[in-house]
């Protein structure tokens, strides 16, 4: 969990959150850091149409908001309210988190503290006081009922507070026969935690341990997270330790490796030097490792917030937790682990026994995808229940929905079952382009490709073009399954586990999501995970039918 701790911390004081609030813009800030980071605005510019200030985040025109912001991003690093020559300008500060953060316009005549004094020994906050997310730098002016107005994040408030009981537990004494004892020292020479009892009798301080270095065990614990590795010695001469660099082998090597060894003739550089030459790849993996570090923390983060048993308070930042999965997901895919590397790093790879390894493969991929319906593609007439596997619409129009997974390659089956089906209407079961339209049956549009069915018969449909026919509806109880099979590039269904129809469409490739549309209060559960129909593995099917 130690990855999560930067998640727990206030952008403004750098310390686990106490009393968190939620601004509109969905970060999380202290409450005493909130009303140390107020700042007066002049009356003449308050907007007299400001709406209320915790009455969530519907409530804000951030388009507004922009023009009120007090500073620039771009700014020399001084912030003051424009047009407005009198007030007095106000250095920004960085946090120890490293965002920027603006303090008061006014002196204070107390030192700030960060826990809150006792209720009613709190001057009132000014009127028009406006206060700026150090994170986002988005201001807004508070109305008459103050930081009062901004909701407390109560979920986040209990994650810390189990974080940092979790961190609290004592470190142990590591030679301890039976119950082992509070460690009271750490020794950094020998890496191991000692109670009183156990350093008298194992760790004397006389003789060679005397000049050992015995530090408290929440020191040991940072030195040893943060300890250098050793040395490295060559692999062939283990008394020597590697100092130099082949450039013909691409490999560190040592003194006795060029005396004695098939390195004599070759180029060779100091290894420091080498070090620097390639530290391109090792700040992209510097980054790299921070980036992975931020994601894991998000995600325990994440994780935690799941396991609290309050509805209000985890609706309150569940749309903001989801927002940033999705913004962290996508980052990783811009560049983040592309290779910079310069011309002296040359990176190369004998690929050819793979490649014909991997010619002489012949098989069929079958793979059991495991997915559920995506709440955050689907149309908003889409009700999701069941953990995103059971979804209905009470529109009379359709709407779509798709799956979180996408297919590429390989062989996939999913059923789906009618839960509830009246007055008859015609859903639609298929595979979608990523932009399919989602106010449009399944079909309409050229992105989607799918078999539209009601009570008595069932549709091709794909680009508006309605084909083959065929007799054979659904109702309640029934299950349509849906086969996408890339190595043949087909897409066949099912109902009641008999194939519906020919081949519904060939020469499928790309990258497609399962979808359907419903409408008419139609209710349907989604199966996944199953294997591949008994009659389509043992040949039964006939992928030659004409697709009409």
Known sequence: MDEMEEELKCPVCGSFFREPIILPCTHNICQACARNILVQTPDAESPQSSRASGSGVSDYDYLDLDKMSLYSEADSGYGSYGGFVSTPTTPCQKS?????????????????????????????????????????????????????????????????????????????????????????????????????PCRLRCHPPRGPLAKHRLVPPAQGRISRRASPRKTSTCTEHELENLSMYCVQCKMPVCYQCLEEGKHGTHEVKALGAMWKLHKVVRDQISHCTVKLRQTTGLMEYCLEVIKENDPSGFLQISDALIRRVHMTEGQWGKGTLTPRMNSDFDLTLDSGPLLQTIHQLDFVQMKVAWFTFDPVSAHQDIVLSNDNLTVSCNSYDDRVVMGNSAFSRGVHYWEMTVDRYDNHPDPAFGVARADVLKDVMLGKDDKAWAMYVDNNRSWFMHNNSHTNRTDGGIGKGATIGILLDFTRGILIFLINDEQQGPVAFEALEGVYYPAISLNRNVQITLHTGLPIPDFYTTGEADPTDSVC
């Open 96 to 196: 120890p988190n490293g965002v920027r953060v603006f303090p008061p316009s006014v002196p204070q005549s107390q030192p700030q503290q960060h826990l809150l004094p006792q209720p009613g020994s709190l001057p009132p906050i000014p009127r028009n006081s406006c206060i700026t997310c150090p994170q986002c730098h988005r201001s807004l002016i508070l109305d008459e009922r103050g930081l009062r107005g901004f909701p407390k994040n109560r979920v986040l408030e209990g994650v810390v507070d189990r974080y940092q009981q979790s961190k609290a537990a004592a470190l142990k004494c590591q030679l301890c026969e039976k119950s082992p004892k509070e460690a009271t020292v750490m020794c950094e020479q020998c890496d191991v935690f000692y109670c009183d």
